[in-house]
């Protein structure tokens, strides 16, 4: 039995604990719970999984603290390494999920707060021989700089030390007047203490940490593929040794050497590794470009001094300088100044973006020319940039479902893999045909050496890494590692109307003068009727208005209908059709022309001067550039489009007609939209809800995958799995096109990792022997083992070379309001 304690959230009173203690006394495997309601804490007796307990308290209403942590870890090579780390981090009390990645070489870590602490969650992993450090900080992928420099000079040593081996065995093979030559020269005797020598050495130097890491592990029943090509190479140099030192305790004929296949086998392997380090250095370049896009330090003013410091110092409220050409520090806004700002690190717009007084500013984007001071309003792990490096790496970090298949079978292949070796040895011996000895040490060798399952591990982290890491440069953000996986299934796509595929402000679309009435004259006496008002509509036609506004003599608001006022002595009405008829004008064929634009899902607006019609204006929200391609996108990959707004359906109609959108939901309520997305799956599939609203929260959590605009609020994207950093509509096609590219990729990666165990282990072991084929030399094993290792990265590492579909892209830099 364990005692655990927790820290329970949500208990407010004394019927609360009796409500906790039933709840953990159900969990199967509990024999006792005590809860305290003073301490707010509960200490369980209990020999079941402690994720159990906290799911039962989350079922109960009364969720346990939890926090994470993440860990860097030395030493893993394999999936068994993988699987060994994360028995011994759940196997600390108090850690309620594990979840290690080889390609990133780290941990993200779930724990219970109060019962232990990343400390000692890392000294779980460093005792299962795994050296582990926990991150204090969003710390980047490593560049691997050192390692690939180490794995250089061991391989270039082996592989020195290797060829006179590999010359002076294979060279006689296959050129007879060479062997001839060399015996002649050197003799047996003197050739095999010369291969023996060179052999020692690079066991003892280059090859010593296949020993020193697989033996232990093998000892201690745990074994993983560093035993396995410790085994199979040791195996090799013992039976060599034996044969060059003590060739009467072999049978007859059998005192042959093997050095030259464990010289070759640790070569290759190292070559591997060398070859897979600096292509695991490539998976994490999208974090270290995203982690270098922070400057280190800052102009900061103080007490009326600038001076310059690290970035750790800024404090919300301190006032930056910032000069053309250098990076914004943080987030703020803008105090002073103008430029034009390169935002596309962060939302993936390559147009420049301007920049004045009030502007929103966002740490890591790339000032223009001009000079700007700027108030910091988000510091440290708050901003932006920060927020987007914390969310790549959890989605970098995440497990898919489709991985765990791979931890079923990575549990019990090393086990089967030594079993299978063992009784290879064992059939050739007893089946084999003389000399059996040399024949049964070569399959089971080879057996050993070729079914390392390193590809295995690598198949699928890397593929996510790749996959988050460049969709986190095209603007797109995985909150959630599985929504990764789930969007490939999306059959329909529910798009929010307001700020998703519209850009969420109206603004004067339309203005049609009366006979004898100047356009110009009629839009500015109308902007300025509205300057006093803060309807969003007004705020459009103000807008819309060019130079300085005269100041309304008289202004009067008729509710429901318009306005009324007087502006440089002329009487003006403007507002719905029906105050024209209250008041008895004359609007002649106006009122086609606003029915038509009302046909369009646009608000009409009427205005009369001095009595007389003046003039139909139209307001509408307009569609965000690259929507219909957006919509098009989505139908050309076999995805059904659907809005759903709470607009009316004339509007509502019109926006899909524009679009080419066939399902509408029209005139919902925010508690509608939740229902909706229900419906659709019920009779489309899986469900991606898109939006950026508060409102929308509830649809994004109940879809399949919520995906988020963000340029919307908090609360939509910290509902939602997949967020679109540039408010694109666009951007979800390019998560869909990512998400299935990553999974098709890891599916590859997988039928390879699969398909080469399963296909070669068979040969190894010598089964196409006895019908003519070939007997796998170990040399080959050790080859074909690391290729498929370099296959799986180098396939991963295409998905770096994804596109996002084309977007539209104004001709003139863009200006971003002030706010």
């Not at 604990?17 to 495997?29: N, Q, T």
């Not at 759940?90 to 109060?114: C, F, H, M, R, W």
């Not at 006032?319 to 914004?328: A, K, W, Y």
Request: overall charge negative; hydrophobic content about 50%.
């Amino acid at each position: 039995m364990t005692t655990t304690d927790l820290q329970i959230t949500g208990m407010n009173c004394a019927s609360c604990v009796g409500r906790v203690e039933k709840a953990l006394r159900a969990v199967p495997g509990v024999q006792s719970a005590a809860v305290n309601f003073a301490t707010a804490t509960a200490r369980i007796e209990h020999d079941t999984d402690p994720a159990a307990l906290t799911g039962a308290l989350d079922a109960a209403g009364y969720p346990a603290a939890t926090a994470s942590t993440a860990l860097t870890i030395e030493g893993l090579n394999c999936a068994s390494c993988v699987r060994r780390v994360e028995t011994a981090l759940k196997a600390e009390p108090g850690v309620i999920d594990a979840q290690v990645n080889l390609a990133s070489e780290s941990a993200q870590v779930t724990y219970a707060e109060g019962v232990t602490d990343p400390a000692h969650i890392a000294a779980a992993s460093t005792r299962a021989g795994y050296a582990a450090q926990a991150r204090t900080e969003a710390a980047p992928a490593p560049d691997r700089a050192d390692e690939i420099a180490g794995l250089r000079r061991q391989t270039l040593i082996a592989a020195a030390l290797t060829l006179p081996v590999f010359v002076m065995e294979m060279g006689g093979h296959l050129f007879p007047a060479f062997h001839h030559w060399l015996h002649g020269l050197l003799g047996m005797r003197t050739l095999h203490l010369i291969q023996f020598a060179l052999t020692t050495a690079i066991l003892a130097g280059p090859g010593r940490y296949f020993f020193t890491r697989g033996i232990p592990g093998l000892l201690k029943g745990a074994p993983d593929m560093n035993a396995l090509v410790a085994m199979g190479t040791g195996a090799a140099y013992l039976f060599s040794l034996v044969a060059t030192f003590a060739p009467g305790l072999l049978p007859a004929g059998t005192a042959n050497v093997y050095y030259e296949s464990a010289a070759v086998i640790v070569t290759l392997i190292l070559a591997g590794r060398w070859m897979e380090a600096r292509a695991k250095g490539r998976t994490g370049a999208a974090i270290r470009t995203l982690m270098g896009l922070q400057p280190r330090t800052a102009r900061v003013e103080r007490d009326g001094e600038i001076s310059e410091r690290p970035i750790a110092e800024i404090i919300v409220g301190d006032t930056l300088h910032i000069r053309p050409g250098e990076r914004v520090p943080v987030d703020g806004e803008v105090t002073g100044g103008s430029s034009w700002l390169d935002e596309s690190m962060i939302s993936g717009e390559p147009v420049p973006v301007a920049k004045t007084t009030g502007a929103r500013l966002t740490g890591g984007t790339m000032n223009g020319t001009g000079a700007l001071t700027m108030r910091a309003t988000h510091v440290g792990a708050d901003t932006v940039l920060a927020q987007i490096i914390e969310m790549v790496q959890q989605a970098q970090g995440a497990k898919l479902p489709i991985q765990g298949l791979v931890d079923r079978i990575t549990a019990i292949f090393v086990p089967v893999v030594l079993a299978v070796a063992a009784l290879t040895l064992l059939l050739w011996l007893v089946f084999g045909p003389a000399p059996a000895l040399p024949l049964a040490l070569v399959a089971a060798v080879s057996v050993l050496i070729i079914a390392c399952p390193c590809a295995m591990g690598l198949a699928t982290p890397t593929s996510i890494m790749v996959g988050t890491g460049r969709a986190a440069e095209l603007g797109v953000l995985f909150r959630k590692g599985d929504a990764l996986q789930g969007l490939q299934d999306t059959a329909i796509v529910a798009f929010d109307k307001t700020g998703t595929l519209t850009q969420g402000r109206p603004e004067l679309t339309d203005l049609t003068p009366a006979p004898g009435m100047d356009g110009d004259t009629v839009l500015r006496l109308a902007a300025a009727a509205e300057a006093r008002s803060e309807h969003p509509i007004a705020r459009a036609i103000t807008r819309a208005a060019k130079g300085e506004l005269p100041e309304p003599e008289q202004f009067e608001t008729l509710t429901g209908m318009g306005l009324r006022a007087r502006v440089e002595g002329h009487d003006l009405l403007l507002g719905a059709d029906r105050l024209m008829a209250a008041e008895d004008i004359d609007m002649g064929d106006l009122p086609s022309r606003g029915a038509a634009f009302a046909a369009q899902g646009k608000t009409p607006l009427y205005l009369a001067i001095d009595g007389q019609a003046a003039a139909v204006l139209a307001v509408a929200d307009p569609v965000k550039p690259g929507a219909a391609e957006a919509i098009a996108a989505l139908r050309a990959q076999g995805v059904g489009v659907a809005l759903v707004t709470g607009d009316n359906a004339t509007t509502a109609q019109a926006l899909a007609d524009t679009l080419g959108i066939t399902h509408v939901r029209a005139e919902t309520l925010p508690a509608d939209k939740a229902r909706i997305v229900s419906d659709l799956r019920a009779q489309h599939g899986p469900v991606a809800f898109v939006g950026d609203g508060i409102n929308d929260a509830p649809a994004l959590a109940k879809a399949d995958t919520g995906i988020a605009i963000g340029t919307g609020t908090d609360i939509a994207i910290e509902a939602a799995d997949v967020v679109l950093m540039s408010g694109d509509p666009q951007g979800v096609a390019t998560a869909l096109e990512l998400s299935r590219a990553t999974m098709r990729n890891i599916r590859q990666n997988l039928g390879w990792a699969f398909g080469y165990n399963t296909a070669l282990i068979p040969v190894a072991a010598g089964l196409l022997y006895p019908f003519g084929g070939p007997l796998l030399s170990p040399m080959l094993a050790a080859g074909a083992m690391a290729l498929s290792s370099v296959f799986v990265l180098s396939n991963a590492l295409r998905l770096r070379r994804a596109h996002a579909r084309p977007a539209p892209r104004p001709a003139t830099p863009r200006t971003a309001p002030a706010e």
